[in-house]
């Protein structure tokens, strides 16, 4: 069992595992696949990343069930003799990653956010304490359940096409109805791809302030993110913009950190940013260590004067 299998519903994060399949394929020798489930479309995606294609078609309800995906994966990987499974570590790929190893009997990894391939063996990096040391992972049993980090892995890009063969699976029924589909709260902005990001702290008195942080952020050519407490405490800003542990990954050109103390669980998310700026009223704050250009200050002062350089909404 030496080939791999990658499953994400989600084009962007399929080809993050694509990359990452690469790399395990081009040190191990395995052959790279993909499962889609009832969308032509990624399959389509995913065939021009230059990899073969297993696609399950499934009648009726749509296939939301995480027992019901393990089951589609469990069957995918019996047939292309797949002994490492790659999923993407968000809610929904956590979930299916353990059911399946629990039902292939192997062992599981999630959040991992490195591959080290030596001598055919596999070690997963991950964060442990909160995010203040890196654990070396690797899973003992034959076959592997690997849950990667969404957005730390480069996007594999288009190349010879691969083929698109069809999978006949015999799915459990559901026990779970897909009944509607809302759009989850947010605005849209996507602090991953920003190339320029204004991420805001405590550090900020009252939301008001916020505007001119916008103000910033827009004239730049960016977006606005924030460290955890600004979501979910003072609930100031959708929690797709947090950066960091719980948060996203971002890889910005320039991060502009206002009021951020800099701890741990947040600067995992932001740390291979080029150039990170802070300003914060404390310069013995973790985040004057982190950044490449820090102005001790306080924001009172410095918010309005640097909003007052851009054009007003
Ligand atoms: C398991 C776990 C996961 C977590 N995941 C995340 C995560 O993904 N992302 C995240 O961000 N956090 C996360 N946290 C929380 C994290 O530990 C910190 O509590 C959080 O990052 C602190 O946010 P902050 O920097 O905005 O606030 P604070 O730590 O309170 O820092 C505010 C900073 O603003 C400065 N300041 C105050 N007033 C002014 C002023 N007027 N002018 C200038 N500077 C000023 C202060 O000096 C201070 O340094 C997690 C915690 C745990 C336990």
Known sequence: MKNILVYSDRPESAAELVSAGQLIAAATGGTLRALSVNAPDLSAFLAARGIDVLEVRA????????AQMAAALREAADRSDAGVILLSSGRRGKEIAGRLAQEIGAGCLTDVGRLDVVAGRITGVRYALGGATEVFQAVATDRQVLALRPGVFPEAPEGTPGSVQSLDVQLPAPRVRLRAVNAKAGD????????????VGQGLAEQGELALAERIARGLGGEVACTKPVA???????????????????????ALLLGVSGQV?????????????????DDQAPVASLSDYFLPADLKAVLPELAGKFPGP
């Open 232 to 254: 979910t405490d003072r609930r100031w800003l959708p929690e797709d913009r947090i950066v960091g542990l719980s948060g996203k990954t971002c890889r910005p050109s320039l």
């Open 59 to 66: 009648a009726g309800d749509p296939v939301t069930d995480a």
């Open 188 to 199: 849209g902005a996507d602090i991953e791809k920003a190339e320029v990001l204004v991420v």
């Open 265 to 281: 669980q947040f600067t995992v998310g932001i740390r291979d940013a080029v150039t990170i700026v802070a300003v914060n009223r």
